[in-house]
């Protein structure tokens, strides 16, 4: 499947590594009430976030979505969100959330992974089924009040 230029694998309902749905998967990769950037690192490996399931290789990049609720985030699906211009099968939130970018240190992709954790304010743009999130596209950086759009 490709998705705004980016090719997605195509997956059962299940993903067959931990047993889990696809909104659960997401879940366990982008939403944490308490994120910090100094938790990148620990958060990673504790939820289990690879490059490629398989290997169990350093993911290069990872976004989190702090804030109070999962429903929050599964509004953005319905009507807290807007069809993406872009790829109108995405979906892109009204609202900016808190977000927590972990980027991979160093050039090898090899355990053990470090990560660097940057904090920023966004509007996230997530792929849904059925009304949930089950991908995470990416997060546009709302400019402050005395920067032009």
Not at 60 to 79: E, H, Q, R
Not at 110 to 129: F, L
Request: aromatic share 6%; net charge positive.
């Amino acid at each position: 499947i490709i998705v705004a230029g980016i090719t997605m694998p195509v997956m059962s309902e299940i993903d067959v590594q931990l047993n889990e749905t696809r909104y659960q998967k997401f879940l366990r990769q982008h939403f944490d009430r308490d994120m910090a950037v100094k938790k990148c690192g620990s958060e990673m490996d504790k939820r289990k976030i690879y490059g490629d399931e398989h290997t169990h290789s350093c993911k290069k990049v990872n976004t989190f979505i702090v804030c109070d609720s999962k429903n929050l985030i599964n509004d953005v699906c319905d009507k807290a969100g807007s069809p993406y211009p872009k790829n109108p099968q995405l979906r892109i939130s009204n609202k900016p959330f808190h977000v927590i970018t972990c980027k991979m240190m160093g050039g090898s992709d090899r355990r053990p992974c470090e990560y660097r954790g940057d904090s920023s304010t966004r509007k996230i743009v997530i792929g849904c089924e059925n009304k949930l999130p089950v991908h995470y596209e990416e997060g546009i950086i709302i400019p402050s009040a005395n920067e032009s759009v």
